[in-house]
C-alpha cells in the first residue's frame, strides 16, 4: 500500500482522494505491439546467454591452457571447473541483484543493465592475461546474465495474458538452447571461421603478433569478444520495450519505494558462503609439504561443514532484500502484516526444485560433450596398443587420429532436444498440472541419464540418439520452471523472488560441477551391479549426480499446485 497522509480539512474539500485502479490480471488487448517486442527482446537475450555458456564450454579449457601453458591437464581442468563454478555463483548473485533492481526501478531498465553487463564483461574475457581474471570477469558477466533471465521472465509473463503463459514458457526454454545449438554447428566450422578472420585482420593492417595472440587456440579470445554483440540488445530493449503495467501499478501505489539500496549489503555478505564453499572443494591442501593430501581422511568433514555454513550465509544473506522490503511494506500499510513468511517459503522451495534441475544439468549431461571426446580418445588409443601387440608398430606409429567431432555433435544433438524438451515440458505443466509434471520431468531425466552413460561405451550412432534423449529430458525443466515460478510470487516481488528461486540452484550446480572431477578420483574402478557394468570415470561420476532427481520426485509434492490460477497481484 502507499504511504498514508493526512491532509488539512480545508484541502480535504477541494481534493478527492486518490483513487488506485485495480492492478491488471490480464493486459489490455492494444497492447499487441509492446507484447511482442517485450518477448523478441527476452528470446534474443535469452539466446545469447545460451549462445555464450556454449562458446565457453567450446572454447573454455582452451582459455585456461593458453593461460597457464605450463600446467598440467589436473590443473587445467581444475581451473576451467573454477571458473564455471564462479559463473555460476555470480548468476546466482545476479538473479537477486538485478532481480531486486527490477522490483525497483521497472523490468525494462533492469534488463537493459543486466544485458549491457553479460555483454560487456564478456568481452572484457578475450583480454584476459590470466586464468584468474577470466574467472572474475566471468563471474561479474554472470551478474547480468542471471539478472537477465529472472526479468525477462518476469516481463514477459506480465504482459501476455494468462492463456499464453505455457506457450512464453517454452520459447523461454527453447531460446536459451537455439544459442546452444547455433555454438554446436559454429564449432564443426570454427577453423575456417578463426581462418577467415585471422585473414580479415591481417588484411586490415593488424600487427601479425597480435592476429596470432587472437587466433591462437580455436580463437578463444575472439569468441570471447564477439560477446559484445548483445550490447545491440541494449538499444531495441530502451526504445521499442514497454514497461510492465502491472509493475507500474505496483509504482503508483508506492510499494516499489520499500526497496533499499543498503539492504544489498546482505547480498555482498552472502557472497561469502558460496566462495568457501568453491574455495574448499577446488583447492585440496597439505598440513605439511611432502605430505599426503590429509583433506581425504579429516578434510571431508571440513568440507561439508564448510558447504552447509555456506549455504546458510548464501542464504540469509541473498534473502535479506526480501526480508527488509516486507518489513517496510509493514511499517508503511497502517500495521497490516505482509506474507512474507509465506514468499520466503515459496522462494526457498523454488530455489530447491530449481537447484534439483541445475544440478542434474550441470553435473550429468552438460558434461557428455568432453565425455564423448574422451570416448573417441580412448578408442583410437586401444586400436593403437592393439597394432602394437599384433606386431605392427609401424602402422601404429603412422596411424592417425580421426576427426569424428564427437564433442560438436553430442552438443547439438543434446541442444536439438532440448529445444523440443523445453517446448513440451511448458504444455506438459499445463495440461497435466505443475506437480505431476515435473514428477515425470524428474523420472525421465534420471533414466535419460543412465541410458546415455551406462549403455554406450563409443561414440557413434547410439550414443547421440540418447544424447538426444537426454537432452529432451533434462532440459525441460527450463520450460517446466519460466511456467511455474512465476506463479508463485505477487508483483511486487516476483523478479526478486524468482531471480532467487532460480539462481540459488546455480549454487548447488557449482557444488555438483566440483563434484565431478572428486567423483572421477573417487569412483576410478567399474562397479558391477549383477551382470550390468558401470564403468569407472565420467559414467559412473554423472549417473552418480544424476540421483539428485530422485530428490525432486519427492519435494515437488509439497510445492502448491497452481494450473488454471492468474498471476497472483
Request: glycine content about 12%; some cysteine; overall charge neutral.
Amino acid at each position: 500500500m502507499a504511504n498514508v497522509t493526512t491532509r488539512p480539512a480545508s484541502e480535504a474539500k477541494h481534493k478527492s482522494p486518490q483513487v488506485i485502479s485495480p492492478a491488471p490480471t490480464d493486459p489490455p488487448k492494444d497492447n499487441a505491439h509492446g507484447r511482442w517486442m517485450a518477448l523478441t527482446a527476452a528470446l534474443l537475450g535469452w539466446m545469447f546467454d545460451g549462445a555464450e555458456m556454449g562458446i565457453f564450454s567450446l572454447v573454455g579449457r582452451k582459455a585456461v591452457m593458453d593461460l597457464m601453458p605450463t600446467a598440467n591437464e589436473q590443473t587445467v581442468g581444475l581451473w576451467f571447473n573454477v571458473i564455471i563454478a564462479s559463473f555460476l555463483v555470480g548468476a546466482a548473485t545476479g538473479g537477486v541483484v538485478f532481480g531486486w533492481l527490477g522490483d525497483r526501478i521497472g523490468r525494462v531498465r533492469a534488463m537493459t543493465l543486466s544485458v549491457l553487463t553479460y555483454a560487456l564483461f564478456t568481452g572484457l574475457c578475450g583480454f584476459a592475461g590470466e586464468a584468474w581474471q577470466v574467472g572474475v570477469l566471468r563471474f561479474i558477466a554472470a551478474l547480468g546474465m542471471g539478472g537477465e533471465w529472472s526479468l525477462g521472465v518476469a516481463l514477459v509473463m506480465e504482459v501476455w495474458p494468462n492463456k499464453s503463459r505455457a506457450f512464453m514458457a517454452g520459447l523461454i526454454g527453447a531460446a536459451a538452447n537455439v544459442g546452444y545449438l547455433l555454438v554446436g554447428f559454429l564449432g564443426l566450422g570454427l577453423l575456417g571461421v578463426i581462418q577467415g578472420m585471422e585473414e580479415t585482420m591481417l588484411s586490415i593492417g593488424l600487427p601479425a603478433s597480435t592476429v596470432t595472440m587472437l587466433v591462437r587456440n580455436d580463437g578463444w579470445r575472439l569468441m570471447m569478444i564477439a560477446g559484445t554483440l548483445p550490447a545491440l540488445l541494449t538499444f531495441l530493449i530502451r526504445v521499442f520495450v514497454p514497461e510492465s503495467e502491472k509493475w507500474e501499478h505496483e509504482q503508483e501505489k508506492g510499494t516499489t519505494s520499500h526497496w533499499a539500496s543498503q539492504d544489498l549489503f546482505g547480498v555482498l555478505i552472502g557472497l561469502i558462503g558460496p566462495f568457501m564453499i568453491v574455495y574448499l572443494w577446488a583447492f585440496d591442501r597439505t598440513y605439511q609439504p611432502g605430505t599426503e593430501t590429509v583433506l581425504f581422511e579429516h578434510g571431508n568433514v571440513l568440507r561439508i561443514v564448510g558447504t552447509i555454513l555456506g549455504l546458510a550465509i548464501a542464504l540469509v544473506g541473498y534473502t535479506y532484500p526480501v526480508v527488509r522490503y516486507f518489513q517496510r511494506h509493514a511499517i508503511h500499510s497502517a500495521g497490516t502484516s505482509a506474507p512474507w513468511a509465506g514468499t520466503m517459503q515459496r522462494m526457498l522451495l523454488g530455489a530447491t526444485l530449481s537447484g534439483v534441475a541445475l544440478l542434474g544439468t550441470w553435473g550429468s549431461t552438460q558434461q557428455a560433450p568432453s565425455w564423448a571426446d574422451k570416448l573417441t580418445e580412448a578408442d583410437f588409443n586401444k586400436t593403437k596398443q592393439q597394432l602394437v601387440a599384433e606386431g605392427k608398430t609401424e602402422e601404429a606409429a603412422s596411424l592417425q587420429r580421426p576427426k569424428l567431432r564427437a564433442r560438436e555433435y553430442t552438443l547439438i544433438w543434446l541442444s536439438v532436444g532440448a529445444i523440443i524438451g523445453t517446448l513440451a515440458a511448458a504444455f506438459m505443466g499445463d495440461w497435466l498440472g505443475r506437480r505431476t509434471a515435473f514428477f515425470l520431468l524428474c523420472l525421465t531425466s534420471l533414466l535419460s541419464v543412465w541410458g546415455l552413460y551406462l549403455l554406450n561405451t563409443s561414440y557413434g550412432t547410439p550414443l547421440l540418439i540418447w544424447a538426444f534423449i537426454a537432452g529432451t529430458c533434462t532440459a525441460s525443466f527450463y520450460g517446466w520452471l519460466p511456467l511455474y515460478l512465476p506463479e508463485l510470487f505477487s508483483t511486487n516481488v516476483r523478479a526478486t523472488g524468482q531471480g532467487f528461486s532460480f539462481n540459488f540452484g546455480r549454487i548447488l550446480a557449482a557444488i555438483g560441477v566440483l563434484q565431478v572431477g572428486n567423483l572421477l578420483k573417487l569412483f576410478d574402478t567399474d562397479v558391477m551391479l549383477g551382470s550390468l557394468v558401470i564403468p569407472h570415470g565420467h559414467a559412473l561420476a554423472c549417473s552418480t549426480i544424476s540421483l539428485v532427481y530422485v530428490l525432486g520426485m519427492v519435494i515437488i509434492w509439497f510445492a502448491p499446485e497452481t494450473k488454471g490460477q492468474p498471476l497472483p497481484d
